[in-house]
Structure formats: structure tokens, C-alpha cells
């Protein structure tokens, strides 16, 4: 059990375009999901959290006008990253949890922007 | 946050234990200890966590110190697909983890 999906594994597009990401718990109703961002060769960056129903909650230094996350239902939560520029090419995480429990991570979506 | 410290880096050879420290001088009465593990170019899976008392499953063991400063992830027997970046959080519940640098441990086979 436990398991939390990202659609796309990866993506390329051109620069000023938007893309979504999409995080699913696929046998659990998450009550909150997190976003992280991960540079090669460096650790995971907590970018925000969000609860279901209400706004999400952006680390310190996260535009929230580029980084779109909209938490709709208990099991989908989506990331939209608006006008693209190379150096938001990342490996962006999801992860979700219920009720305080431990955080289960998505495989990850790589995103490259030209 | 409180802050971890553990290793960048350890070795250990297939089918021998293998154990990864982790400092956390600061830790306070209501702070979970967490492990996560990571393979490249995937997302983290969470390990083992526990608050005081040691913590068995299967797939690893973690010993935590009496005075909670200092905890170690024991893997019973290593196999080449624990080869990963291993990550000591603390947190209060599961929210908000920090991941530092971890520690990437390398198997030999």
C-alpha cells in the first residue's frame, strides 16, 4: 500500500510555456501534499505544502505565482509550473500523507526546459 | 528545524550489516526520528522512524541512542540494491521533513 504516482516521468519544453505535473495517492486519501524540487547533486528542497480544499503554503523564497498547486481532492494534487525558463529544469518530488503519518514519496518528474 | 549530521559517504561490502550514524545534539522531546532512503533519479522511500525505543521492520533496524543525540540505521545485510543516499530527518510527525546532504552508501560486491 502506500503509493503515490507522478504523471509525466519527464518532460521537455520550449521556455515561456507552462507545464503541469499531476500526484496521485493511489491507495490512500492524502490529506496533505508536499512538493520538492531537487538539483543534481544536491538534496530535496521543500517547495510547499498543501492541504486538501485550501491554499497551499510556500516556503520561504518559492514564487507562488510560477509554482501553480492546486490540491482538489484527497488524492490528486498538481503542480503547474507557468512561463518555463531553463533554470527551473528540476526534478520535481511529490509526496503525501495521511493524517500526520509518515510521507510517501512519487517517483519523481524530470522536467527540462530549452 | 533541528539539524542532523551524518557521514557524506560510507562503504560496506554485499551481505555484511551495515550501520549509518547520525548526530542530532539538538534534538527536542517531541522530535521524531525519520529515515529515508534514495535511488538516482527516484523519489525517496521512507525506511524505519521511532521516538525513543529501538525500532525493528523489515528492512531495517534503528537503534536510538538513551539520551536521543544520536541514532543508527542498521541494515542486517546488505545487497547491492541498498546502494542509495540515505537521509536522517527529524521532524514532529511527518510534516515538513528537511532533508540534508545524507549519506551515499556504496556497496561492494
Known amino acids: 500500500g502506500a503509493v503515490v504516482s507522478q504523471h509525466p516521468s519527464w518532460v521537455i519544453c520550449k521556455s515561456g510555456t507552462s507545464v503541469k505535473i499531476e500526484c496521485r495517492s493511489l491507495d490512500f486519501q492524502a490529506t496533505t501534499m508536499f512538493w520538492y524540487r531537487q538539483f543534481p547533486k544536491q538534496s530535496l528542497m521543500l517547495m510547499a505544502t498543501s492541504n486538501e480544499g485550501s491554499k497551499a503554503t510556500y516556503e520561504q523564497g518559492v514564487e507562488k505565482d510560477k509554482f501553480l498547486i492546486n490540491h482538489a481532492s484527497l488524492t490528486l494534487s498538481t503542480l503547474t509550473v507557468t512561463s518555463a525558463h531553463p533554470e527551473d529544469s528540476s526534478f520535481y518530488i511529490c509526496?503525501?500523507?495521511?493524517?500526520?503519518?509518515?510521507?510517501?514519496f512519487g517517483p519523481g518528474t524530470r522536467l527540462t526546459v530549452l | 528545524d533541528a539539524k542532523t549530521t551524518q557521514p557524506n559517504s560510507m562503504e560496506s561490502n554485499e551481505e555484511e550489516p551495515v550501520h549509518l550514524p547520525c548526530n542530532h545534539s539538538?534534538?527536542?522531546?517531541?522530535?521524531?526520528i525519520h529515515w529515508y532512503r534514495q535511488l538516482p533519479s527516484q523519489g525517496p522511500e521512507y525506511v524505519i522512524h521511532g521516538l525513543t525505543s529501538n525500532v525493528n521492520n523489515r528492512m531495517a533496524s534503528l537503534a536510538i541512542a538513551e539520551d536521543r543525540k544520536s541514532s543508527t540505521l542498521i541494515l542486517h545485510r546488505a545487497t547491492l540494491r541498498d546502494a542509495a543516499v540515505y537521509y536522517c530527518?527529524?521532524?514532529?510527525?511527518?510534516?515538513?521533513?528537511?532533508f540534508g546532504q545524507g549519506t551515499r552508501l556504496t556497496i561492494n560486491p
Open positions: 539538538t534534538i527536542s522531546g517531541t522530535d521524531y
Open positions: 509526496s503525501a500523507s495521511a493524517f500526520l503519518s509518515e510521507q510517501f
Open positions: 530527518i527529524l521532524s514532529q510527525g511527518a510534516q515538513k521533513l528537511v
